[in-house]
């Protein structure tokens, strides 16, 4: 396989997997294809960019004629598809944008790709459609144990290590989706559209679950990188309902690494789900942030806690994510690099040693974009 494109490059996860195929490969002709929206930064592979190997293409997932001729012009042989709206709060405002992109962006590629790969005298043979999604397509886990033991608890029950749990169960590939906002709701939908073009017309095609990402590079509007830089800017950290919902943390330099090894050795028409064992309770992962940039700017340590302010719920919050990867860790050989405590520590600093990159993103139409979301909470 040498020509790849990697669709949504110049966004959070789809940076780090452009630099590490582009670094890792090459022999492999890495095409970039980003609409570049709010969410999109090129300065996101300012280390890369002067690559031979590397290309950018400004493009609308959701234009077919321009990919079709892309597909065409550059033979493509592989596609990550990574470009997709992302941020649960914003398709609460706005889930016509979501379903958009996410829904109708998808079927596009898929059909452009179709049309292109079957028109070839091999066809299918040596292609590949890779879909990066959530593990919120699931939808929400209880907080339960089968004796009544308050969370959380060790438990060995989904892997071969033992690991803390907020409930007795889990995200498997086989659990039924049931997405319950309208951001996952479309990443529901187009993970449908994927399986379906395998199975009506037999493309190649692989789909991932992934639980939530942290590292460098991800638009503050998410929880750890916007309440990084409200600690450094001393403003308000907006925690909604109780704080105690549970979310499973991945840095995003494994999530790439396993995006590389499912795009290489994972089997055509399955599922992986891709986690590292490791849920946290919002309030509890909030207070690790304040210590650790209390501490790594010279503040006592603690002294940024009353910037926590509790506001109204998300609609529709949903209650725990945890995601089950034992396959993926058993049948593939993947498993995280870091702990968590470690991935926070390089984060925050990340953050912290690249503040012009956060004013960069952060001035603007965002600042009113951001104002206007916090004042109608
Ligand atoms: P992001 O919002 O940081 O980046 C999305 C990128 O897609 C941006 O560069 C944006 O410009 C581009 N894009 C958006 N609409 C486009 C369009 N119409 N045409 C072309 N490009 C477009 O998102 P992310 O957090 O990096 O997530 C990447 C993928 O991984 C998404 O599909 C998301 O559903 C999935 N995912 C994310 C997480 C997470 O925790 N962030 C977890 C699991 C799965
Ligand atoms: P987020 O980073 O938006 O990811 P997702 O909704 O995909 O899980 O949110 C992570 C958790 O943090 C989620 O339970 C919502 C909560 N949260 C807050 O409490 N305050 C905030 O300002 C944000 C953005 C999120």
């Known amino acids: 396989m040498k020509n790849i494109v990697i669709t949504g490059g110049a966004g959070f996860i789809g940076s780090h997997v452009v630099r590490l195929f582009v670094n890792k490969y090459p022999e492999y002709n890495i095409i970039n294809l980003d609409k570049l929206t709010y969410a999109g930064n090129l300065?996101?592979?300012?280390?890369?960019?002067?690559?031979?190997?590397?290309?950018?293409?400004?493009?609308?997932?959701?234009?077919f004629d321009a990919f079709y001729q892309l597909m065409q012009d550059e033979k493509i042989d592989g596609i990550i598809h990574l470009a997709?709206?992302?941020?649960?709060?914003?398709?609460?405002?706005?889930?016509?944008?979501f379903a958009r992109t996410n829904v109708m962006g998808t079927l596009s590629l898929l059909q452009a790709a179709k049309l292109y790969w079957e028109s070839l005298p091999e066809k299918y043979e040596g292609k590949r459609f890779y879909h990066i999604s959530t593990d919120e397509v699931y939808g929400a886990l209880s907080m339960t144990h089968p004796e009544g033991i308050e969370p959380?608890?060790?438990?060995?029950?989904?892997?071969?290590?033992?690991?803390?749990?907020?409930?007795?169960?889990?995200?498997?590939?086989?659990?039924?989706?049931?997405?319950?906002?309208?951001?996952?709701?479309?990443?529901?939908?187009?993970?449908?559209?994927?399986?379906?073009?395998h199975d009506t017309y037999g493309m190649p095609t692989i789909v991932t679950n992934c639980s939530n990402n942290y590292g460098p590079f991800q638009f503050p509007e998410k929880l750890i990188p916007l309440f990084i830089n409200n600690i450094r800017n001393?403003?308000?950290l907006p925690v909604y309902g109780k704080g105690e919902n549970v979310r499973d943390w991945l840095y995003v330099v494994d999530h790439a690494r396993a995006i590389d090894v499912i795009f290489h050795k994972g089997t055509i028409a399955e599922t992986y789900n891709i986690g590292g064992?490791?849920?946290?309770?919002?309030?509890?992962?909030?207070?690790?942030v304040i210590n650790t940039v209390d501490r790594l700017l010279g503040r006592p340590e603690g002294a940024d806690m009353d910037l926590i302010t509790y506001v109204t719920d998300r609609l529709g919050h949903d209650a725990r994510y945890a995601i089950d990867s034992t396959k993926l860790q058993r049948e593939l050989g993947w498993e995280p690099s870091l702990q968590f405590e470690e991935g926070i520590e390089k984060t925050v600093k990340w953050y912290l040693e690249n503040e012009e990159w956060l004013?960069?993103?952060?001035?603007?139409?965002?600042?009113?974009y951001y104002e206007s979301m916090y004042k109608n909470r």
């Open 359 to 368: 004013n960069n993103i952060t001035s603007g139409d965002y600042e009113k």
């Open 43 to 63: 300065a996101n592979l300012k280390d890369i960019e002067d690559k031979p190997n590397y290309k950018f293409v400004k493009m609308d997932i959701c234009d």
């Open 234 to 236: 001393r403003k308000p």
């Open 84 to 97: 997709a709206e992302s941020h649960v709060d914003r398709s609460i405002k706005d889930p016509f944008t």
């Open 152 to 197: 959380p608890f060790t438990t060995t029950a989904s892997s071969s290590e033992h690991h803390l749990a907020y409930g007795e169960d889990f995200f498997y590939e086989t659990t039924k989706y049931n997405p319950h906002s309208p951001y996952s709701a479309s990443k529901a939908s187009s993970d449908h559209f994927v399986r379906a073009y």
């Open 277 to 288: 064992f490791n849920e946290w309770k919002n309030i509890d992962i909030i207070k690790t």
